[in-house]
């Protein structure tokens, strides 16, 4: 890992897009909790000489993998003349392409950078999947198809000819067998969804409120985000680098520990009914609609991409549990606390919220 912590670090163009960068957040987190259901232990280490990259969680591991997410909605596939696509900068110098950069990777970190890789929400063409189907099998391109073997060579050689040829051929034998590119399995229409989707069944639990799991959710993207644009000075220790751009597998680990101490949906229902019964204004109808209200939240909850109810109820909840917490002396007094939390309505949160919905979460933050 020498080179990668020591060598300066590389410009990275449209790192500003929203779209691109939300994206590339989600993906980072999706890819982390597919490692993570497989049993890896890793680090990832947000726009690092590449849009991610990737170490073992050891304390010292000897290289990287370093990862390209990209996104576009011009093409329907990429093909090797897109991927080997050079275009001019301002000053004249030549920008390089995809795979002009992967192979610029290999070039500059050597042993460093055992393997890289091209992710997209679009997939490969044919003559892409052949080359990484050879390559996946373990067989070697040159042997299995030398015509584009010498064609991909030809082009990144373009890109490269101050490179000395001996040292440009046992580069390239790394790039173009340690290459992969791929479909990242998230498209531009509903990657915030599919994450949202893969994380809940990565928790496989009832044992954890909706509304907690979701803010988790959040705040792992968040923290990709806020790892993406934290700028570092080059060299770098590993262990500055890991507090500073590194997120761990063990956010996971952690995560479904705590979910052991958590109620779940079930119980809280149960109780909701169970306590309402006992009070003499609640009839066994206005029951009912209260909890079939609250599972409405609950699903509601589920839609990541819904910021603005995710946001509102938010607002709701820590309103609720200041009242609940500044209020101690009247916890059994439920009319009490109960007008409290509805003479808020409109101040401390939304008027948007029906009031059968905010008396719900009332109940739910009141027994938990």
């Not at 790192?15 to 957040?25: I, K, L, P, V, W």
């Not at 939240?297 to 609720?320: G, W």
């Amino acid at each position: 890992m020498e080179q990668i912590l020591n060598s300066d670090l590389r410009e990275q163009a449209g790192s500003n897009s929203f779209n691109r960068f939300d994206y590339q957040a989600h993906w980072i987190v999706y890819h982390m909790i597919n490692e993570y259901k497989r049993g890896s232990e890793f680090f990832v280490f947000c726009e690092f000489h590449d849009d991610m990259a990737k170490t073992s969680k050891a304390a010292n591991p000897d290289c990287a993998e370093l990862f390209q997410i990209k996104t576009t909605e011009k093409y329907k596939e990429w093909t090797l003349s897109r991927l080997t696509n050079t275009t001019k900068k301002p000053n004249g110098n030549i920008k390089h392409s995809f795979l002009g950069f992967i192979f610029y990777n290999f070039l500059q970190f050597d042993v460093d950078c055992y393997k890289c890789h091209f992710v997209s929400n679009i997939g490969m063409d044919k003559q892409i999947n052949n080359w990484q189907s050879i390559i996946e099998d373990e067989k070697e391109l040159k042997e299995e198809n030398k015509q584009l073997y010498d064609e991909i060579k030809k082009l990144i050689k373009s890109e490269f000819i101050e490179v000395g040829e001996e040292k440009f051929d046992s580069v390239f034998e790394e790039f173009i067998q340690n290459t992969h590119l791929y479909y990242g399995k998230l498209s531009l229409e509903n990657y915030e969804k599919v994450v949202a989707g893969e994380f809940f069944q990565m928790l496989d639990t009832t044992e954890i409120y909706t509304s907690n799991s979701n803010k988790i959710l959040r705040d792992i993207i968040e923290d990709v985000r806020k790892k993406s644009k934290c700028k570092v000075d080059m060299p770098i220790s590993l262990k500055r680098l890991r507090e500073m751009k590194g997120v761990s597998s063990e956010v996971f680990s952690d995560l479904k520990e705590q979910i052991k101490y958590q109620p779940n949906h079930r119980k809280v229902y149960s109780e909701i009914e169970e306590f309402l019964s006992a009070d003499e204004n609640s009839s066994l109808p206005q029951i009912k609609f209260i909890i079939r209200k609250l599972k409405q939240h609950h699903n509601k909850l589920l839609d990541v991409s819904n910021t603005y109810y995710l946001d509102k109820t938010s607002e709701l909840i820590k309103t609720i549990d200041e009242i609940i917490d500044g209020n101690y002396e009247q916890i059994n007094d439920l009319n009490f606390l109960r007008n409290k939390v509805m003479d808020k309505k409109g101040i401390s949160y939304s008027e948007e919220i029906e009031n059968v919905l905010v008396e719900a979460i009332f109940y739910e933050r009141l027994l938990i």
